[in-house]
Each structure stands twice: as structure tokens, then as C-alpha cells.
């Protein structure tokens, strides 16, 4: 059986297409890739940066979380967004657990691969659905895909890179962002110490991406929910805040300082956005 994607894929060396055998990816320039037990393949070039990734405790909450079924509403702009006419993958920048591709996948029928820094989260991914392929690169160094191989690039709560996007985009493809809102997560910051978004992410969003992509569809996603403690706990573990926390540290300031049951705001925007001809 072939990895997943492997014909989009190309060497994080030397750009050269990539095959698979035996359980290895290898281009003709002899680079060689062994795919971990796992199942992920550790597309990882020179200069790579891997600290920023999910460690194994934020990732355990990360699938916790998402089976709650508390970020479901996502899934059908997202979806909507992704169904497009345009030949190659679907990519995920930065998929996590693979939550989002999956959906994806099962819904357009598509081959995956998703991208992350995190071997923990790729664990998860490579089992998420048979047509994803999980890839360990660091995508500000360069994706591993070859041009215009991707119908579909997703980047849910990730960075993003316009440049290496829109190389690898066909140009009948769409990118679909998924941006916290100023108001997201409201009132956690008021109890727990903890890392909130950018101010004017919206304005950053579209700086970073306007000169080569045009944003075609904005789509809102607001609503506010009652959550309990436990929930709480597991989105903090789950984020960045997590990394300024010992585990018992967090569970403390938790049980310390958050009622046993609040309304949680949850807002998001999904944008869809075609790429420039340059």
C-alpha cells in the first residue's frame, strides 16, 4: 500500500519527486526517508525547526477536546469551502490530530496530507483517515509538495506562509483559513492567565496573505455554550498557555479561580481565498 499523497510530495532536500517502497520515501537523488512505526513519514530538511510542536499532554487534550464535539459547527464551512473542482490533495498546514483533513477527506473523497511539527499529534493524523498521509516538516522552511499539487489548502488556528501556499496551490484551488475572533474563548482570560489572539488578527490575516491571494467568502462562526470545569482545563492544556504551566500548576489555577460551570463564546471566522496570478 502507498503512502497516502506521495505523488504531491517532493524532497525536502533537493525538490526532487518523491516514491515510495518498502516502507521509505526516496527521490532519485538518493535522499532517503524512513516512515516512523507510527505511520508518518519525517519529511525533516536541513535548518528544520521541530520545538514548536504540540507536546504529547497538549495533543492527549487536543483529541479530548474535539470528541466533545464542541468545535463541530467548523466543519460544514469548512467543508462548503473545500469543495471545489481543482485536481490534487487536499493539504493541511499545521493539522494537528488531523480532526479537520479528515473531515474533508470523507466528504470530497480525496487523498490528504497533513503537515505539523509535532510527532505526537502526527501519531493521531496518520490514523485519522486511510487517504491522509502525516507528514513531520517544518513548514516555514519550506512544504515538502510539489507546484501546484494541492485543490485544497487548509490552515485551522495555524501560521501560515503566502508564498510556499500559493506555490503549491493549483491555480483553480482554495485556501480556507480558520482565524480566532478578539472575542474567542471569552471569559477565560478574566480567570486564568493564559495567551489570547493577536490584536488585530483580522487586519494580520489579511496583510500576510493580499498579495497573493483574494479572499472570496467570509464566513462568521459564533455562538456561546455552557461549559464545565474539566472542559476549561482541557482548552488550556490543549494551547499555548499549556507551555507556561506545569500540569498541576494549570490544574490548580483552574479549580482556583473558574466557576464550576460557565458560558463559553466561541467565535471564529473561515475565509476562503483564491490565488493571485502573479
Known amino acids: 500500500m ?5 505523488d ?3 524532497c525536502p532536500h533537493c525538490g526532487g519527486a518523491l516514491t515510495d517502497g518498502e516502507r521509505r520515501l526516496s527521490c532519485e537523488e538518493g535522499h532517503a526517508f524512513d516512515l516512523a512505526r507510527q505511520g508518518y513519514a519525517p519529511l525533516v530538511g536541513a535548518h528544520s525547526n521541530l520545538t514548536t510542536g504540540d507536546d504529547a499532554g497538549q495533543v492527549q487534550a487536543r483529541q479530548d477536546f474535539l470528541a466533545g464535539g464542541l468545535y463541530e459547527p467548523f466543519l460544514e464551512p469548512i467543508r462548503a469551502a473545500a469543495a471545489v473542482d481543482a485536481p490534487g490533495v487536499a493539504l493541511d498546514i499545521g493539522c ?3 480532526y479537520y483533513l479528515a473531515d474533508v477527506l470523507h466528504r470530497t473523497g480525496r487523498t490528504g496530507v497533513g503537515l505539523d511539527s509535532s510527532k505526537y499529534a502526527l501519531r493521531r ?8 498521509g502525516a507528514v513531520l516538516a517544518d513548514a516555514w522552511r519550506g512544504l515538502p509538495l510539489s507546484d501546484d499539487s494541492a485543490a485544497v489548502v487548509l490552515n485551522v488556528f495555524a501560521p501560515r506562509n ?4 500559493h506555490r503549491v496551490l493549483h491555480p483553480e484551488g482554495v485556501l480556507v483559513t480558520v482565524t ?3 472575542e474567542h474563548l471569552e471569559p477565560l482570560p478574566k480567570f486564568v492567565r493564559m495567551l489570547q489572539p493577536q490584536e488585530r488578527k483580522e487586519d494580520k490575516l489579511i496583510e500576510s496573505l493580499s498579495s497573493h491571494f483574494e479572499r472570496s467568502a467570509r464566513v462568521p ?3 456561546e455554550t455552557p461549559i464545565d470545569r474539566k472542559t476549561v482545563h482541557t482548552i488550556l492544556a490543549m494551547g499555548p498557555t499549556a507551555r507556561h504551566y506545569g500540569p498541576e500548576e494549570l490544574r490548580r489555577a483552574v479549580d482556583d479561580t473558574v466557576p464550576e460551570t460557565i458560558d463559553l463564546t466561541v467565535s471564529v471566522t473561515v475565509s476562503t481565498w483564491l490565488p493571485a496570478s502573479l
Open 2 to 6: 502507498s503512502f497516502p499523497g506521495v
Open 8 to 10: 504531491a510530495l517532493c
Open 96 to 98: 494537528g490530530t488531523g
Open 125 to 132: 493524523a496518520a490514523k485519522a483517515h486511510p487517504a491522509l
Open 162 to 165: 503566502a508564498v510556499d501556499i
Open 180 to 182: 480566532p475572533d478578539p
Open 221 to 223: 462562526v459564533h455562538f
